[in-house]
């Protein structure tokens, strides 16, 4: 048995469970493990009050398109850069595409994800707040992530929480303050799951 283990959860680790995509379902399986140890009293998982309402618009599903006709030109001189180049340009796709509005389901679904039994919550209170303020003005970061780095920081130093775990942050240059990682699965690799649909999905 893994030792107990004490997680921050950016709003990225709840979002895999929205979106239906190759990458998103990966890393849904790994959260949904590690659900599963917190249910099970093997792990106990933290994020922000702020987060309930980050999830109200998540991404829409990634449709890859074909690369612009300025890349012509480059790829005649450069074949060689074509992989990378698609990849930087799926990239882009990836974190530019519109968001959604959640259906009914899932937000019932989400509101049973964020149960108390399952995720603790730390308010996003004034002190909070003026942390976060100071995290943006000295590490660069947007105000919402800020508000999860200095949530993280705060349950860290009261030995609420070990880590902050996120997926597709920049949360690099926090690591003075507090460890950070992508989710990484608790049970052993052995240990079969089948994926688990994105929230509001039936059959």
Known sequence: MSDFRKLYWDTTCFICFLNDSDHERERHYICEDILQH??????????????????IRPRDKFIAKPLPSWTDAVLEKFPQVEIPLRNLWNFHIQRT????????????????????????????????AASAVEISRNYGLKPADAIHAASAIDLHKRKKVEVLQHWDKDYDKLKDL???EFPTRISPQHAFKEFIKPLGESG
């Open 38 to 55: 917190s249910a099970n009293g093997t792990a106990e998982i933290w994020t922000s009050s702020f987060t309930i309402a980050e999830v």
């Open 97 to 128: 595409r519109p968001t959604r509005l959640l259906t009914k389901k899932e937000m019932d679904g989400i509101s049973q994800l964020l149960h108390p039994d399952r995720i603790h919550t730390i308010k996003l209170d004034d002190r909070i």
């Open 178 to 180: 507090i460890p950070v």
